[in-house]
């Protein structure tokens, strides 16, 4: 994000939501693709290039702080260094977002439904639906610039289509990760010459064994004379 309407966690809180249903700090089993106990810590390096303009460059921190009481059953808590905070449950159908909060909301906001960030079976082909929006295009001459206010809730359609993948980041060498897919469109005027268009919106996750998400790619490609577009990829540079 290179503006203070882009901020780097708001983009992607979608991608960094995920949960676990159990009322004690011992991790599941079945989340080692993404650690939910309390103690974990991630740092991301995030670049983001908006049209024409240089690469803008920031950290984001995440934060593990364990299972707590929330609702009926227990959720895990985690927290962004920019005060977003995201309360996930995990059990054989996911990893999934319950909740999430601000700094300026009273209470935490439930997802309903709730927000599937990993979905079972771990397997090429698995697929699910959630919620986005266009982080990163924008109107070139109107206010507000940004395409979210007016496009707040498109529906993107994830699906697995690695379970063996490979990547390298500041971190290091990560294989046997799970690599998600999600696309989705939305409808824009682009310029009097090409009229509406079906604009494409991608993001691209990697989840990979003991350090869980490792890299997010997201494209929201546009050039007209009213619109411009971005890419935004977020690598895990440490982890504890």
């Given at each position: 994000?290179?503006?203070?309407?882009?901020?780097?966690?708001?983009?992607?809180?979608?991608?960094?939501?995920?949960?676990?249903?159990v009322a004690?700090?011992?991790?599941?089993?079945?989340?080692?693709?993404?650690?939910?106990?309390?103690?974990?810590?991630?740092?991301?390096?995030?670049?983001?290039?908006?049209?024409?303009?240089?690469?803008?460059?920031?950290?984001?921190?995440?934060?593990?702080?364990?299972?707590?009481?929330?609702?009926?059953?227990?959720?895990?808590?985690?927290?962004?260094?920019?005060?977003?905070?995201?309360?996930?449950?995990?059990?054989?159908?996911?990893?999934?977002?319950?909740?999430?909060?601000?700094?300026?909301?009273?209470?935490?906001?439930?997802?309903?439904?709730?927000?599937?960030?990993?979905?079972?079976?771990?397997?090429?082909?698995?697929?699910?639906?959630?919620?986005t929006a266009?982080?990163?295009?924008?109107?070139?001459n109107e206010?507000?610039?940004?395409?979210?206010?007016?496009?707040?809730?498109?529906?993107?359609?994830?699906?697995?289509?690695?379970?063996?993948?490979?990547?390298?980041?500041?971190?290091?060498?990560?294989?046997?990760?799970?690599?998600?897919?999600?696309?989705?469109?939305?409808?824009?005027?682009?310029?009097?010459?090409?009229?509406?268009?079906?604009?494409?919106?991608?993001?691209?996750?990697?989840?990979?064994?003991?350090?869980?998400?490792?890299?997010?790619?997201?494209?929201?490609?546009?050039?007209?004379?009213?619109?411009?577009?971005?890419?935004?990829?977020?690598?895990?540079?440490?982890?504890?």
């Amino acid at each position: 994000m290179a503006a203070s309407g882009t901020r780097v966690v708001t983009r992607l809180s979608l991608l960094m939501s995920i949960v676990g249903l159990v009322a004690c700090d011992r991790e599941p089993a079945y989340d080692r693709l993404f650690p939910l106990a309390a103690g974990h810590r991630w740092t991301y390096r995030v670049v983001t290039r908006l049209g024409d303009d240089a690469a803008d460059e920031e950290m984001l921190t995440m934060r593990t702080l364990g299972s707590e009481s929330f609702g009926a059953t227990a959720a895990w808590h985690r927290r962004s260094d920019s005060g977003i905070d995201y309360w996930l449950r995990a059990d054989a159908s996911g990893i999934y977002r319950v909740a999430s909060k601000s700094d300026l909301d009273a209470a935490p906001l439930p997802d309903q439904p709730v927000r599937y960030v990993l979905k079972t079976p771990y397997a090429v082909g698995t697929q699910w639906q959630a919620t986005t929006a266009p982080y990163l295009l924008m109107r070139s001459n109107e206010f507000p610039r940004e395409i979210r206010h007016s496009h707040p809730a498109v529906l993107m359609v994830y699906q697995i289509d690695a379970t063996d993948a490979a990547i390298d980041t500041p971190y290091g060498h990560l294989a046997h990760c799970l690599r998600v897919r999600g696309t989705a469109s939305v409808r824009l005027y682009a310029d009097p010459v090409s009229g509406w268009r079906d604009l494409p919106l991608t993001t691209v996750e990697w989840y990979c064994p003991t350090v869980g998400l490792a890299k997010v790619e997201r494209s929201e490609p546009a050039r007209s004379a009213f619109l411009t577009g971005g890419t935004r990829t977020l690598e895990l540079e440490a982890f504890e």
